[in-house]
C-alpha cells in the first residue's frame, strides 16, 4: 500500500510498523489488529460485516464464516488503542443489523492522511501462498506492458491461487480490482458484479454498455477472469477496445486470445514443491517428514503440482513418507479426497480435446523423458487426413498437455508424469505403439553408438544421455515384446550410461546382452561391452574370458574395425596386468588394423596405450611420440575427449622428464577443454592433476585449493566416483604437506565411500594409501590391514607400491615371513631410483624386525640399507617415471624408518 499512516482524533498509527502514537503513550497493535484496521479503513464509510472479516482478516475458507465472537472482541481490543474514548467511539463505529464501519477524521473532506479505499472485488485469499516471486514480478511486468496477460499451463499447477494472489496484492495496493469466475464473464454477468446489483441485462450490448460506463468513470483498474469460457473472448476484446486504461488478467488451460500476451506457469521448483508438502501435511501430522531425501522424491513424483501436493498431503494423516511414495504407485486413487481429484482434473482438461488430440496424446505416452519432432512423427499413427504433425504437436502445446523446452538446438516435447499415466490409461489395449517405440529408438541408439567413435562422437554422446528414459522404456519392451531387440537395447544403455552410471547396472545389462546374442557380430559386440566394464571393475581376468570370446566372433565376421576395437581394449587388460611386453604386441595389432581402415579412433587408442607401456618402461621419448600422435589424431577427428586424454598423458610424461612447467601447461589446456564443453566431472578431474603438481612444485597451500575447489564440484554434480578421487587426492597431500592427522580425516573419509561403490581399483588404491598415511603416524597394525585390502584390489605399478610398505607394517608388527614375501611380489613391478630406495626402507624395516628377534648383525645391515635408501634421492631425475608419480615418498618413508629406528635400542639414525 503506498500510504501507510492513518490520523485520528486522538492518534496517528503507523500500520508499517503497528505502532500507535498517542500524547499519553503509544501502544502496539497486533498482526491482526493491524490487518482488521487496514480492511476498515480502506472500505471508510462502507458498512463491513462480521462474516467479510472473518474470511479476509482470520483466513476462514468459503463464503459461511463460523459463528464466532472472534470479531467483537477484536473490535474491543483496537478501540481501546485507537479511540479517545472506547465506550464512545469516533472512528471504528458499530452499524446495527451490517457489522461496523470506519469514519475519518472529516467525514465530508477525508484528508490523504487517510487510506484511499480500492474498489472492486477479490475472494478471500487462503493462507500459505509458497513461492512464485519469479512468476508473479514476471505477472506484473508483463501486465505494465500488455493490457491483456493470459495465465496458461497444465491441469493443477495452480493458475487460480498464482493470480489471486496478484489480485490480492493489486486490491491491497489501492488498485482497483474485479474478480469474476468462469461462466460469469458474460456481458449481463459482469454488469450485474462491476455495474451494481440488480437483475442482469437481457440484452448483450446493454450490459456491455453498462459495464464500460461504469468502470470508465473508475480510471485505471484490473479485470480477472478464472478460467472463463472461449466466448468470453470477443467481451473482453471489446472492453480493451473501449476501455483504455483497463488492464486484464486471465487463467486458462488453453491458449488465450492472440491479442493476450501468454505467461506459462511452471511447475513449483523443487524447494518450493517440498516447502508446500511439508507445510500441508504438518497440519494433519507435526511430525511429519522428517526424512528430507523422501520427501523430495514425492515432491518430485508428483511433478511439483500444487493440487497433487495439496492432495497427497491429505494422505499424510495415516501414510508416512515412505508409505507415501509406495502409494503413489497408484497415483489416482491416492490424489482424491473424495471432492476434488488430480484424475477428474485431468478428464475435464482431456474433455476439451478433439479426437486427434486425444490418439496423439495417448500414444505420445510411450515416451519417458520427453522427445522430438521427429520421433514423434516415427511413433505416432494418425487416421488418414489428420493434421501435420508440427500442427497438432503445437495445438496440445497450446492446450497445455505439452510443454516444450530447448535441447542441442531443437524442440524437444515433454509431459508432466501425472498426464503421462493418465494418457497412457486412454491407449487402446493391444496397440502396437510400444513396438513402434522399440523400432524407433533401437535404430536412433544404432546410429549414435556407431558415431561415438566419429567425429561427432560427443554429439551421439549427448544424445544418447538424452535419451536415456525412452531407452530404457524401449528395453523393457524388448523384454516382453521383442527378445530379437534385447541386444540392442542393452547395448545402447551400457554406453548412455558409460559416463557416470553404476557399473553393477551396466555389468547386469552386458552380461543378458552376452546371454541373448545369437548372431556372431552381436556376440562380438556385447563380450566386448561386458569385457570394458568388468576391467572397469579391475577384474581383468574374467574381461580376458569375455574379450576371447568377443575376438572369435569378430573373426568369424572378418570385420577390421570391430577387431581392432578387441585388440585395443585386451592390449589395456594385459598392461594392467603386468604383461607388457604381450599388450604392446596386441595394441601394435590394433594400430596396425586400425591404420589399414583409416579408423582414426583406434589408432588414437592404440597409440595411447603404447605410449603408456614405453612411459612404465622408462623410455619417454617413444611415449612422448606416441601421446603426440594420439593428439594429433584427436585433433583431426575433433573429439576433445580424446584430447584430454591425450594432453593428460603428455602431462606425465613432461613431468617424468622433470618439465614440470610443461606438464602445468598440457594440464591447464586441457582443464580449459573440460570448461570449454561445460564437463564439470572432467574440471573436477583435472583440477586434482593441477594439485598433485603443484604439490610437487612445492606450492602446497595452492595444491590444497586446486583440490578442494574440485571436491567443491563432484559434489555440486553428485559425482560419487570423483568425489572420493578428490577426497584421496586431498588426503595424499596433506601427508605430503606434513598435515598427515589431517591427511588421515580426509583418507578415511574417501575409504567410506570407496568400500561402497563398484571400482574395485579404486576402492583399493583409496585403502593402500590411507595404509602408507597410517605408516607415517606410526600405526603399523592399521596401515597393514589396509594394505592387505589395497594389494587384493589392485594390479600392475600400483600394486608393487603397495606391496613395499606392506613390507614395511609386517616388519613393524614382527611378522618376518610376510615382510619378506610382501617384498618379493614388489621388486619384478618397480623400477628406477625412488623404487630403489622405497625397496631399501622396505629391507631395512625388516632387518630392525630380525634385530628385535636376536639376529646380531641386523642392526649393521638395517643401517647400511638406510644410508643406500638415502643414497637414492640424488640419483633422481629426468626419465624416473616413478618420481614423477610419487613425489615426496621416499623422503616420507625415510623419516617413519629413521622413527623406527630410534625406538630400536642401540641404533642411532644418521
Known amino acids: 500500500m503506498e500510504r501507510r499512516w492513518v490520523r485520528l482524533e486522538a492518534c496517528e498509527i503507523d500500520l508499517e510498523r503497528r505502532v500507535v502514537r498517542r500524547d499519553d503513550g503509544d501502544r502496539t497493535l497486533t498482526v491482526q489488529e493491524a490487518d482488521l484496521l487496514e480492511h476498515l479503513v480502506v472500505r471508510a464509510g462502507t458498512p463491513v460485516g462480521r462474516g467479510e472479516l472473518l474470511r479476509h482478516v482470520w483466513g476462514y475458507p468459503g463464503p459461511h464464516a463460523p459463528d464466532t465472537r472472534a470479531v467483537d472482541i477484536a473490535i474491543r481490543r483496537l478501540r481501546s488503542k485507537i479511540e479517545r474514548d472506547p465506550a464512545a467511539p469516533r472512528h471504528v463505529v458499530t452499524q446495527r443489523g451490517s457489522g461496523y464501519r470506519f469514519e475519518p477524521l472529516h467525514p465530508l473532506e477525508r484528508p490523504e492522511d487517510v487510506l484511499a479505499a480500492p474498489q472492486g472485488s477479490v475472494p478471500a485469499e487462503p493462507p500459505g501462498f509458497v513461492g512464485r516471486e519469479e512468476v508473479l514480478a514476471r505477472v506484473d511486468d508483463v501486465l505494465a506492458e500488455r493490457r491483456w496477460v493470459g495465465l496458461v499451463g497444465p491441469v493443477g499447477v495452480g493458475k487460480t491461487r498464482l493470480a489471486l494472489r496478484a489480485a490480492t496484492t493489486w486490491w491491497r495496493a489501492g488498485r482497483p480490482v474485479w474478480w ?74 488453453t491458449a488465450p486470445d492472440e491479442a493476450a500476451a501468454r505467461v506459462e506457469v511452471p511447475p513449483l521448483p523443487m524447494a518450493d514443491a517440498v516447502a508446500l508438502l511439508l507445510a500441508r501435511a504438518r497440519v494433519q501430522r507435526p511430525d511429519w517428514g522428517k526424512d528430507d531425501e523422501v520427501v523430495e522424491r514425492i515432491a518430485r513424483e508428483l511433478d511439483g503440482l500444487p493440487l497433487a501436493i495439496e492432495l497427497a498431503a491429505q494422505r499424510a494423516r495415516v501414510l508416512t513418507p515412505t508409505l507415501l511414495l509406495e502409494a503413489l504407485r497408484d497415483r489416482f486413487r491416492i490424489l482424491s479426497d473424495g471432492d476434488a481429484s488430480l484424475r477428474g482434473a485431468l478428464a475435464l482438461s482431456w474433455s476439451l480435446l478433439d479426437d486427434v488430440q486425444r490418439q496423439a496424446l495417448a500414444q505420445l505416452s510411450v515416451f519417458r523423458g520427453g522427445f522430438g519432432v521427429e520421433a514423434a512423427a516415427a511413433v505416432v499413427v494418425l487416421p488418414e487426413g489428420s493434421p501435420w504433425v508440427l500442427d497438432w504437436l503445437g495445438q496440445l502445446v497450446d492446450h497445455s498437455w505439452l510443454g516444450t523446452t530447448e535441447a542441442r538446438g531443437r524442440t524437444r516435447f515433454t509431459m508432466l508424469e501425472s498426464q503421462r499415466r493418465f494418457a497412457q490409461e486412454q491407449l487402446p489395449d493391444g496397440d502396437p505403439v510400444r513396438l513402434r517405440h522399440l523400432g524407433w529408438a533401437v535404430e536412433l541408439a544404432t546410429a549414435k553408438v556407431e558415431a561415438l567413435r566419429a567425429s561427432d562422437g560427443d554429439a551421439a554422446r549427448a544424445e544418447l544421455t538424452m535419451e536415456l528414459p525412452n531407452l530404457w522404456e524401449a528395453h523393457r519392451a524388448a523384454l516382453e515384446l521383442a527378445p530379437d531387440r534385447i541386444v540392442a537395447t542393452a547395448l545402447a544403455l551400457d554406453a548412455a550410461l558409460e559416463e557416470g552410471g553404476s557399473v553393477r547396472e551396466r555389468l547386469a545389462l552386458t552380461g543378458l546382452a552376452t546371454r541373448s546374442a545369437t548372431e556372431p557380430r552381436d556376440l562380438a559386440r556385447a563380450h566386448l561391452a561386458r569385457a570394458v566394464v568388468l576391467l572397469r571393475m579391475a577384474r581383468a581376468e574374467e574381461a580376458g574370458g569375455d574379450l576371447s570370446e568377443a575376438r572369435a566372433a569378430a573373426r568369424r565376421l572378418v570385420e577390421p574395425a570391430l577387431l581392432a576395437r578387441i585388440e585395443n581394449r585386451d592390449a589395456a587388460r594385459l598392461a594392467e596386468q603386468g604383461a607388457r611386453e604381450e599388450a604392446a604386441t596386441v595394441a601394435r595389432s590394433a594400430l596396425e588394423l586400425a591404420s589399414a581402415i583409416g579408423d582414426r579412433f583406434e589408432q588414437a587408442l592404440a597409440h595411447g596405450t603404447l605410449g603408456q607401456l614405453a612411459a612404465v618402461a622408462r623410455d619417454l621419448p617413444t611415449a612422448e611420440r606416441h601421446h603426440r600422435a594420439m593428439r594429433t589424431l584427436a585433433d583431426e577427428l575433433g573429439s576433445w575427449r580424446l584430447q584430454l ?119 583399493g588404491a583409496i585403502h593402500g594409501n590411507l595404509g602408507v598415511c597410517l605408516l607415517q603416524l606410526d600405526d603399523a597394525r592399521s596401515a597393514r590391514r589396509h594394505l592387505e585390502r589395497a594389494v587384493e584390489l589392485v594390479g600392475g605399478f600400483p600394486s608393487a607400491y603397495f606391496h613395499v610398505h606392506l613390507a614395511v607394517a609386517a616388519s613393524e608388527v614382527d611378522d618376518p615371513d610376510a615382510a619378506r614375501a610382501a617384498l618379493e611380489t614388489a621388486r619384478p613391478g618397480l623400477s628406477g631410483p625412488v623404487a630403489d630406495g622405497l625397496i631399501a626402507v622396505a629391507e631395512a624395516h625388516r632387518a630392525l624386525a630380525d634385530a628385535r628377534a636376536g639376529d646380531p648383525e641386523a642392526e649393521a645391515r638395517a643401517m647400511a640399507l638406510a644410508d643406500r635408501a638415502r643414497s637414492t634421492r640424488s640419483r633422481r631425475g629426468a626419465g624416473d617415471l616413478t618420481s614423477a608419480l610419487l613425489p615426496g615418498e621416499l623422503d616420507a618413508a625415510l623419516a617413519v624408518l629413521s622413527r623406527a629406528m630410534q625406538r630400536h635400542e642401540g641404533v642411532t639414525p644418521t
Do not use: C, F, K, Y
Not at 464500460?212 to 468470453?232: K, M, W, Y
Not at 577426497?727 to 604437506?737: C, K, P
Open 645 to 763: 586424454r591425450a594432453r593428460g598423458q603428455l602431462a606425465t610424461i613432461a613431468r617424468a622428464h622433470g618439465r614440470l612447467a610443461d606438464a602445468e601447461q598440457h594440464t591447464r589446456v586441457a582443464l580449459a577443454l573440460a570448461r570449454e564443453h561445460g564437463d564439470v566431472v572432467r574440471e573436477a578431474l583435472l583440477l586434482v592433476n593441477l594439485a598433485s603438481l603443484a604439490g610437487v612444485a612445492g606450492r602446497q597451500e595452492e595444491a590444497l585449493s586446486h583440490v578442494d575447489a574440485a571436491l567443491v564440484l563432484h559434489r555440486s554434480v553428485g559425482d560419487r566416483v570423483g568425489e572420493l578421487r578428490a577426497l584421496a587426492n586431498g588426503g595424499i597431500l596433506r601427508v605430503g604437506a606434513g598435515r598427515p592427522a589431517e591427511g588421515r580425516a580426509w583418507l578415511e573419509e574417501a575409504v567410506g565411500l570407496a568400500d561402497a561403490g563398484d571400482d574395485g581399483r579404486q576402492v
Open 180 to 253: 469474476v469466475v468462469g461462466t460469469g464473464a458474460t456481458p449481463a454477468e459482469l454488469a450485474s458484479r462491476i455495474a451494481g446489483e440488480g437483475p442482469p441485462d437481457v440484452d448483450e450490448a446493454a450490459a456491455m454498455q453498462r459495464v464500460i460506463r461504469v468502470l470508465g468513470r473508475r480510471g485505471p483498474h484490473v479485470l480477472v477472469l478464472d478460467d472463463p469460457p472461449e466466448a468470453s473472448w470477443r467481451s473482453v476484446r471489446t472492453l480493451l477496445d473501449r476501455l483504455p486504461e483497463l488492464r486484464v488478467l486471465t487463467t486458462s488451460r
